[in-house]
């Protein structure tokens, strides 16, 4: 079935439909919540959180509009939401060291290349996880909906209820950060 099917078998109460829709969603969602929270538990129990949420107001959801930026816009909610429970300061302040984030981020990798390769490849996409992790959120979740959910522009914008140009200009601050905090940390290697 197709998601569109899915999307308005579920409005209709039919709960095979949102077992689709989990299974359709699993990998990106979690992912998603797993860059912001960075810790595997947490991430666990936003994404069935979310899930949960989408029960509740799939009726709400308009089937004219990117059923991708709503569920994000769900998720990413529920998120900002625990974040501020769990450090009321800053969501901006750079996060401490959390190995869980790098470890299932790994797991989460689709395809394992040649041997040598894969080792090399892994260890620049450690590096690579290591900064985007030690950006402040705004950047980092921009940078995770941007390339690793391969979302439009527009369709951050919606998640985030941010104009675009704000989100253009964090996509770029973003990739300016993370350029910058590779070629610190890792001088004379090729990161484009």
Not at 68 to 95: G, N
Request: aromatic content about 8%; some cysteine.
């Amino acid at each position: 079935m197709g998601l569109d099917t899915d999307v308005s078998q579920l409005r209709r109460g039919d709960l095979d439909a949102l077992s689709a829709l989990v299974a359709r969603y699993q990998n990106r969602l979690y992912r998603y919540l797993l860059r912001l929270v960075r810790n595997s538990a947490d991430a666990d129990d936003l994404f069935q959180q979310t899930w949960i949420r989408v029960a509740e107001q799939i009726r709400r959801y308009d089937p004219n509009r990117n059923f991708d930026a709503w569920l994000f816009t769900l998720a990413r909610h529920l998120a900002i939401d625990f974040l501020r429970r769990k450090h009321p300061a800053s969501l901006d302040e750079p996060p401490s060291n959390d190995p869980h984030g790098e470890t299932m981020a790994a797991k989460l990798a689709a395809k394992q290349p040649a041997a040598l390769d894969g080792i090399l490849e892994r260890e620049r996409g450690s590096r690579l996880a290591e900064c985007v992790s030690g950006l402040p959120i705004h950047y980092r979740e921009v940078l995770s909906l941007r390339f690793e959910e391969e979302m439009k522009l527009e369709d951050i914008a919606v998640v985030l209820d941010a104009p675009l140009s704000t989100v253009k200009t964090r996509l770029r601050r973003g990739l300016d950060h993370l350029r910058n905090s590779l070629e610190s940390r890792y001088p004379g290697e090729r990161w484009t």
